[in-house]
C-alpha cells in the first residue's frame, strides 16, 4: 500500500500568541495527523484530508515549522470545517537548538568526525526510517546525488504518521551532494541520530 497519494491540498495558516495555527482547507474528514511533541518542518506530511469521496494529502507550507502541540487527543478520523484548527506549531522549540544541546552515546566521535566532513542530517524524532515514498518507488535520495533546498531526503514514521526529512539548505549554501546516507529502508532510528551526510 503507497504511502502517499497524486492529490495533495495545502491547509491554511494563521498566527496567534507567537504560534503557527494550522487550519484545514475545506470541510471534510481529518486523520493521521502528526502527534504532539513532533518537530515538524516546511513541506512535512501532516495528514489526510477526505473531501467527499477523495482523499487528500496535507503538506505543510513552506513557511512555517514547529513543534505540534494539540489541546486535546483527537479521534482517528475527525470531521472538520473549513479554516477549522486542526493542531498549533510552536517555532520556538527549533530543531537546530535540540540537536546542538544533545549528546547521545550511539552519535559519539563518528558523528563529530563525520560532521567536519560535510553537512549531518539527523532525525528529527525517534520513529522508523523509510527510505522511499512507497514500497515500490526509488528512494528519494542516492549517494551521490546533487540536491537543492526544499528537496525530500526520507520520512520518519511516528505512530503511522508519515513526516518528510527536508533538506533545509546549509549555513553556506542552498544545494549540496549525498555523500553517505547512514540507516537503510525501514530502520528504527533514535532522536539526533546521523541519517544523511552532505557535501
Given at each position: 500500500?503507497?504511502?502517499?497519494s497524486t492529490k495533495s491540498l495545502q491547509p491554511l495558516s494563521d498566527v496567534k500568541?507567537?504560534?503557527?495555527?494550522?487550519?484545514?482547507?475545506?470541510?471534510?474528514?481529518?486523520?493521521?495527523?502528526?502527534?504532539?511533541?513532533?518537530?515538524?518542518?516546511?513541506?512535512?506530511?501532516?495528514?489526510?484530508?477526505?473531501?467527499?469521496?477523495?482523499?487528500?494529502?496535507?503538506?505543510?507550507?513552506?513557511?512555517?515549522?514547529?513543534?505540534?502541540?494539540?489541546?486535546?487527543?483527537?479521534?482517528?478520523?475527525?470531521?472538520?470545517?473549513?479554516?477549522?484548527?486542526?493542531?498549533?506549531?510552536?517555532?520556538?522549540?527549533?530543531?537546530?537548538?535540540?540537536?546542538?544541546?544533545?549528546?547521545?552515546?550511539?552519535?559519539?566521535?563518528?558523528?563529530?568526525?563525520?560532521?567536519?566532513?560535510?553537512?549531518?542530517?539527523?532525525?528529527?524524532?525517534?520513529?522508523?526510517?523509510?527510505?522511499?515514498?512507497?514500497?515500490?518507488?526509488?528512494?528519494?535520495?542516492?549517494?551521490?546525488?546533487?540536491?537543492?533546498?526544499?528537496?525530500?531526503?526520507?520520512?520518519?514514521?511516528?505512530?503511522?504518521?508519515?513526516?518528510?526529512?527536508?533538506?533545509?539548505?546549509?549555513?553556506?549554501?542552498?544545494?549540496?551532494?549525498?555523500?553517505?546516507?547512514?540507516?537503510?529502508?525501514?530502520?528504527?532510528?533514535?532522536?539526533?541520530?546521523?541519517?544523511?551526510?552532505?557535501?
Open positions: 500500500m503507497a504511502r502517499t500568541d507567537s504560534q503557527h495555527l494550522v487550519l484545514s482547507p475545506a470541510v471534510g474528514h481529518y486523520s493521521t495527523g502528526p502527534a504532539p511533541g513532533v518537530f515538524l518542518t516546511r513541506g512535512s506530511f501532516i495528514g489526510k484530508l477526505k473531501v467527499l469521496n477523495t482523499y487528500y494529502d496535507l503538506y505543510l507550507p513552506d513557511d512555517i515549522y514547529g513543534e505540534v502541540e494539540i489541546d486535546a487527543e483527537k479521534d482517528f478520523i475527525t470531521p472538520v470545517e473549513y479554516g477549522e484548527e486542526l493542531f498549533r506549531l510552536n517555532p520556538e522549540k527549533k530543531l537546530v537548538d535540540s540537536e546542538r544541546s544533545m549528546t547521545r552515546p550511539e552519535a559519539t566521535s563518528e558523528a563529530g568526525k563525520l560532521s567536519e566532513e560535510g553537512y549531518v542530517v539527523k532525525a528529527f524524532t525517534t520513529g522508523i526510517f523509510y527510505a522511499k515514498p512507497s514500497p515500490d518507488s526509488p528512494p528519494f535520495v542516492t549517494q551521490g546525488q546533487d540536491i537543492e533546498k526544499g528537496k525530500a531526503l526520507g520520512l520518519i514514521e511516528v505512530m503511522k504518521t508519515f513526516n518528510h526529512i527536508v533538506f533545509q539548505g546549509t549555513d553556506k549554501s542552498d544545494t549540496g551532494r549525498i555523500k553517505k546516507i547512514f540507516v537503510n529502508d525501514a530502520q528504527e532510528v533514535k532522536l539526533g541520530q546521523p541519517l544523511f551526510l552532505i557535501e
